[in-house]
């Protein structure tokens, strides 16, 4: 129901742009979310967006944007100058007024 998309391996300094696309069974959204969680640590909020919201962590600030296409009911994280710390696994989570949903994940690799 929610599908996440556009990870990949990239190098330092590149960019990436992840989408997190709701199925129409999903509505009435409140927030969505980016978490991440690379090996061996803990998932972390990234950026949030909705319900008058939009804050991104500081590790990321500057560099990460979050944005919504509400035609689309997609939510997008363009991630710019992306540095090796980054790499993790991506998850969107929404809330919504019947539940909260994760998506499936997107492994984002930052390498040279």
């Known amino acids: 129901q929610l599908q996440a998309s556009g990870g990949g391996l990239v190098q330092p300094g590149g960019s990436l742009r992840l989408a997190c696309a709701a199925s129409?069974?999903?509505?009435?959204?409140?927030?969505t979310a980016w978490y991440r969680q690379a090996p061996g640590k803990r998932r972390e909020l990234v950026a949030i967006?909705?319900?008058?919201?939009?804050e991104c962590a500081d590790s990321v600030k500057g560099r990460f944007t979050i944005s919504r296409d509400n035609a689309k009911n997609t939510v997008y994280l363009q991630m710019n100058s992306l540095k090796p710390e980054d790499t993790a696994v991506y998850y969107c989570?929404?809330?919504?007024?019947?539940?909260?949903?994760w998506g499936q994940g997107t492994l984002v690799t930052v390498s040279s």
């Open positions: 129409e069974s999903i509505f009435a959204i409140i927030t």
């Open positions: 967006i909705g319900s008058g919201i939009l």
């Open positions: 989570f929404t809330t919504t007024k019947q539940g909260n949903y």
